[in-house]
């Protein structure tokens, strides 16, 4: 009956048959069994389809929370995870290249205490002898 199909359709129907039984086992009796359909996503992945009624859908929130309460009381309490700011993201959600660091201003150094700075006076104008000096070129070599 199945020899036609291929190995993900195979994998697909018994996905659909191991959730159904685990679904049977898991949910009360008085809820109706959710609806599991089997087919392969476009990428070949054996998959499913669920549907179930809003009566079924509580039914399996109340035992999926069950369980979860049930390990968080099993499991010792996990040490507070530092927590990181998040990464900028563009709009594609690629990531955004992080900002250039910005350096602190320059600081100026203590001049307090250095000895005060002797005040600048020109030397005297000295007159040349055969006129006033101009700049000249010098040969390259």
Do not use: I, N, Y
Request: no cysteine; net charge neutral.
């Amino acid at each position: 009956m199945t020899a036609h199909l291929s190995d993900s359709d195979r994998q697909a129907l018994r996905l659909a048959q191991d959730l159904r039984e685990q679904m049977r086992l898991a949910l009360p009796q008085q809820s109706a069994a959710p609806s599991v359909s089997p087919f392969v996503d476009p990428s070949g992945r054996p998959s499913v389809l669920m549907r179930m009624d809003d009566e079924t859908a509580r039914a399996l929130m109340a035992v999926l929370s069950d369980r979860l309460a049930a390990q968080a009381q099993a499991q010792p309490p996990m040490p507070p995870q530092q927590q990181f700011p998040a990464e900028p993201r563009r709009a594609d959600g690629s990531h955004a290249a992080p900002p250039p660091p910005t350096a602190p201003p320059p600081q100026r150094p203590d001049m307090s205490s250095l000895p005060p700075a002797p005040t600048f006076t020109p030397a005297p104008a000295v007159p040349a002898p055969g006129g006033p000096l101009l700049p000249t070129v010098f040969p390259s070599r």
